[in-house]
């Protein structure tokens, strides 16, 4: 392991291999990356749907997707390794006049940034994902350039371009102390050794708090459970008329349940109102139940199925649920 480098990046999931990268084009080569498991993407990278989108309410956020998408779309030609992308759309149902009319302001600025995104009636929503319910819709927004990615792909992609052109990557080791001189950074501790660096990337996601903690820095990011399931539908199922043809991820706004096609399966999740900031990962089966309730009512095929397996993952949530990108204030 290098015992110097201009920038050193904690976390190895999509957004620090996407940094690592990033820094490379720029021609910052002398990086480390460290991600304390074994492999990389096996944090909340390796446990989520892997859906993206346009559809955001702030300018800022749309102009990450923006960006991101545009290269996911030329992914092998520009970063050098292919990508599993289907853009078949985000659906958003929306059941309220209120949430109709917040989705109608969203879809104003999207579109003044230059997304081609739609209102559309229940009817067309029903005709895009085959076997929807739409009871109690009144409209729904559509981004079809909106869509699911691999995340392992993505990652792994980033990460193999950074190396090529000189970053290191280190797995198998944890950061353990972040050393701050007069307010500046100057090092990074490790189970593997101390690098000198006057730079240092917080991209651990739901663990940033801990780590700005070692360099005196509070962060307020806090780890939030979500499940995800896959459910298997019966053969007959998947080849009728009622069932999801393409990766089009539907959300229903109300409940935040959601569902794309995965293979001949259904993946499909739901924010639990309910639950409390941790590290725990294990699968409350219990939490089905409420889930199993609305995806009967918005996706009936899934009566008819079995749920396969399940896993949950950690999203990384902060005040106001967007990002926190820049440098901090107390430490340069």
């Not at 879809?107 to 009871?135: C, H, K, Y």
């Not at 539907?250 to 293979?263: K, V």
């Not at 309730?293 to 896993?311: C, D, N």
Request: charged content about 20%.
């Amino acid at each position: 392991m290098r015992s110097a480098a201009d920038v050193v990046i904690i976390g190895g999931g999509c957004m620090g291999a996407s940094t690592a990268y990033h820094l490379s084009r720029l021609g910052i080569r002398n990086v480390v990356l460290i991600e304390r498991e074994r492999q990389l993407a096996t944090g909340s990278t390796g446990r989520n749907a892997g859906g993206v989108r346009h559809q955001f309410s702030i300018p800022e956020n749309i102009a990450f997707s923006i960006e991101s998408i545009h290269l996911m779309e030329r992914f092998e030609d520009e970063v050098g390794y292919p990508l599993d992308f289907h853009q078949d759309g985000y659906l958003f149902l929306l059941s309220t006049p209120e949430s109709v009319s917040t989705f109608e302001q969203n879809i104003a600025l999207q579109q003044s940034l230059g997304v081609e995104v739609e209102l559309l009636t229940p009817a067309e929503a029903a005709r895009l994902a085959p076997g929807l319910n739409v009871d109690g819709v009144i409209a729904a927004s559509y981004c079809s350039r909106d869509g699911i990615a691999d995340p392992n792909g993505l990652t792994t992609g980033f990460a193999r371009a950074a190396q090529t052109a000189g970053v290191e990557i280190e797995r198998d080791t944890e950061v353990t102390g972040i050393t701050v001189d007069a307010d500046r950074i100057a090092g990074v501790t490790t189970t593997r050794g101390t690098i000198a660096t006057p730079v240092v990337v917080n991209a651990a996601g739901p663990h940033a708090a801990r780590v700005a903690q070692l360099a005196g820095v509070n962060l307020p990011v806090e780890p939030l459970r979500r499940h995800i399931f896959i459910a298997q539908p019966p053969a007959a199922a998947v080849a009728g008329a009622d069932f999801p043809e393409t990766h089009l991820m539907a959300i229903d706004f109300a409940t935040s349940f959601y569902f794309h096609r995965e293979g001949a399966n259904i993946l499909f999740g739901m924010g639990d109102p309910d639950e409390a900031p941790g590290f725990d990962m294990t699968v409350q089966w219990d939490f089905l139940d409420s889930v199993v309730e609305v995806a009967l009512t918005r996706l009936p095929v899934l009566a008819e199925g079995t749920i396969s397996h399940a896993w949950a993952g950690l999203y990384a949530m902060s005040p106001d649920a967007n990002a926190i990108i820049g440098p901090v204030e107390q430490v340069k």
